[in-house]
């Protein structure tokens, strides 16, 4: 969760990036990732300062990836750009409704302003503070690697998991209220393909972003 790339020989860290980014005196609009699992907290906390948009999707990216020739025409063209973001994240949802079936009708995408993420990250602090525990197993998650070995998830739904979580209803519903601020874009198919466990998963709750919070892994 705290990298991009496959591979150890190949990837490197979220703050390696930013990094770079940062040293060469660089500030994108957007960054939209073609890749698995980055609408992530975290990952995407890390990159606030490099760029004021990023559109992502929360699980995986099927092998075909983004439809360009659908979402480019969309994001330079002239309307505003968060209406051109929304429209992309729309726009590639769309493409696997349409296109695919079964178990590969499967997209997710959120699309998530960057100026929010620190007023966001305090309504958080302010949930943290009222936390009760919950089975996580009640929790949206939006990949499928839990096994008898390791019998956790990844990657859950942030809203769904403080919501669910937070004793506080003034707490819960600033937070709430700001993530309704930071997040738009947000279109998915009625169910995630995963190929950790080869199947669709079901979508019941959906912010179209994710924490890795309650993660609790056997080191092993």
Known sequence: IRHIGDYATTQYDIAEFVSAVEGNNIHF???LFDACFMSNIEAIYDMRDITSNVVASPCEVMAAGMPYTEMIPIMVSNTPLKERLDSAAEAFVEYYKKTQSGIYSSACSAVINCK????????????????KDIDPETIQVYDGV???????????????????????????????????????????????????NNKANPITFYSGLTTSAPIMLNTA
């Open 29 to 31: 609009d957007y960054i």
């Open 116 to 131: 929010e993420l620190e007023a966001l990250a305090q309504c958080v602090k302010q949930t943290n503070m009222h936390m």
């Open 146 to 196: 839990s096994s008898s070995r390791n019998p956790t998830h990844i990657f859950f739904d942030i809203e769904d998991y403080i919501t669910q979580s937070c004793t506080d209803s003034n707490a819960v519903k600033a937070f709430t209220d700001q993530l309704s601020r930071t997040l738009s874009g947000q279109h998915h198919t009625k169910s995630f393909y995963s190929a950790y």
